[in-house]
């Protein structure tokens, strides 16, 4: 008996060895129920996937895509490509948005490259938060003044041979034409640096919220000078000014590159489609803003 007393007859250091490691054990049994009242799960946990299957008419390969509703306004590459968006045009809406904001799910065709039918596989899965709109910034450099009486006349035409070349107009010269103010004078000069130039009249429907009709109630009023349009060398410009155009995607600037890295350099633009490095429709486009020399 005197044996088994000693058996269990424990030091103060044992001792506190086996208080510290039953607390240890107690943590460890009540710290999940803790973590879960205080942090909130991953949306992906808890979201209704069923809510937004989609219907038996769609085919196995769109059925196989993860279906997650995605804001275009904040939504990251990934999030993007995960409803069924290619990656290139995921990165080109990415750079849209720097400029644009999405207000409506329809917006997202002024991006280049969405065309119906990628519209109908993600349409039900976009989701544009009416939170996320910024109110416009008011000019506070226009006093109420009559300086600003005579801008608000200047944003409508003074005659009817105003010819104003786009691609050297400021914001003032644009104010002169018909249905542009301050914000569209802004966002067409913004569009502009970030092309490098415009080469024809249609690429104004490109500018967020410019439409056919705005368009055609100025043509007669603009004209358009190529020869001073900022190009891209392919030669020797690094991997991200060239992926900063609107018109080239990471895929096209990784495929540049690459054959730059095997190649030593490029002899013409026209080796870019030669081989196969972009796809024809995406090489008309952007073919003005690319040069060897």
Do not use: C
Not at 44 to 63: E, G, I, L, R
Not at 203 to 224: A, P, T
Not at 280 to 288: P, Q, V, W
Request: proline share 5%; hydrophobic share 35%.
């Amino acid at each position: 008996m005197n044996k088994i007393k000693e058996y269990f007859n424990l030091t103060k250091n044992e001792q506190r060895g086996i208080i510290v490691l039953l607390i240890i054990i107690i943590l460890l049994t009540i710290a999940p129920k803790v973590i879960d009242q205080f942090i909130k799960p991953p949306w992906f946990m808890t979201y209704n996937f069923a809510a937004h299957k989609k219907n038996d008419s769609v085919s196995p390969a769109q059925n196989s895509i993860i279906k997650i509703p995605v804001n275009p306004n904040t939504a990251t590459a990934n999030e993007l490509t995960s409803i069924g968006i290619p990656p290139e045009i995921a990165f080109r809406i990415i750079k849209f948005r720097k400029n644009y904001i999405f207000r409506k799910n329809k917006d997202l065709m002024k991006v280049y490259g969405i065309n119906d039918s990628i519209y109908n596989l993600i349409a039900e899965n976009i989701i544009i938060d009416n939170k996320f709109h910024p109110t416009p910034k008011k000019n506070n450099n226009i006093k109420n003044t009559p300086y600003k009486t005579e801008l608000a006349t200047k944003s409508q035409p003074t005659h009817n041979h105003i010819h104003i070349n786009i691609n050297t107009a400021d914001s003032l010269e644009l104010l002169k034409l018909n249905g542009i103010g301050p914000v569209f004078a802004q966002r067409i000069i913004n569009y502009r640096n970030l092309l490098g130039g415009f080469y024809s009249e249609e690429q104004l429907l490109e500018v967020y919220g410019f439409d056919s009709n705005k368009l055609s109630s100025i043509r007669n009023n603009i004209y358009i000078d190529s020869t001073n349009i900022i190009k891209v060398n392919i030669n020797n410009t690094d991997f991200k000014t060239i992926n900063k155009h609107p018109y080239l995607s990471y895929t096209h600037t990784k495929s540049l590159f690459n054959y730059r890295k095997i190649m030593k350099h490029f002899n013409s633009v026209n080796d870019i489609l030669a081989n196969n490095l972009m796809d024809s429709t995406s090489f008309e486009k952007a073919k003005y803003y690319l040069t060897v020399e």
